[in-house]
């Protein structure tokens, strides 16, 4: 089976480098804003997919490790996708799109509700690639009033 590449999988490749991070955000309503710190390197696996490996830090936890894998799916017609981090239990699952003309990745998944424990919430993540060394992200969380909540703020720079 040979993969059917697409103007998306070129458009995820601009990712493929070394990064580094900074980001602030909160994890719930009257919760107080933090600031991390950290590098990101972007690979790819052939021409369809991107692995992100992330490592960085955090308040109360040492090294923090992420890996986000992303690729375009032809036949669904969406991004495909699933974060992890080492500072949680939870596998997130991603579906989005990529608007070409404005330069955004637009990725939705459901995880565990910062301000309710045990409940789960919809989570929103903006990706903006305004320049070829920089990425945008901003991430929202959908409230009970149905109402998306910005939470967090992360720009990338290309080392």
Known sequence: MNAD???????LMQWVGQWR???EGTCGPGAEAQIHRGTE???ALGDAWLLCE???EMPETDDTQTLMTLGYDPLQACVVGSWIGSMMTHFWVYRGEIDLHANRLTLDAEGPSFSVP???A???DTIE??????RVLSARVLGDDGVWRDMMRAEYHRV
């Not at 590449?5 to 458009?11: F, L, P, V």
């Open 122 to 124: 919809r989570y929103r």
């Open 21 to 23: 991070y900074e980001f």
């Open 41 to 43: 390197t972007v690979r």
């Open 54 to 56: 992330g490592r960085g």
């Open 5 to 11: 590449m697409r103007k998306q999988h070129a458009w």
């Open 129 to 134: 690639l305004p320049a070829p060394d920089r």
């Open 118 to 120: 045990g409940r789960m």
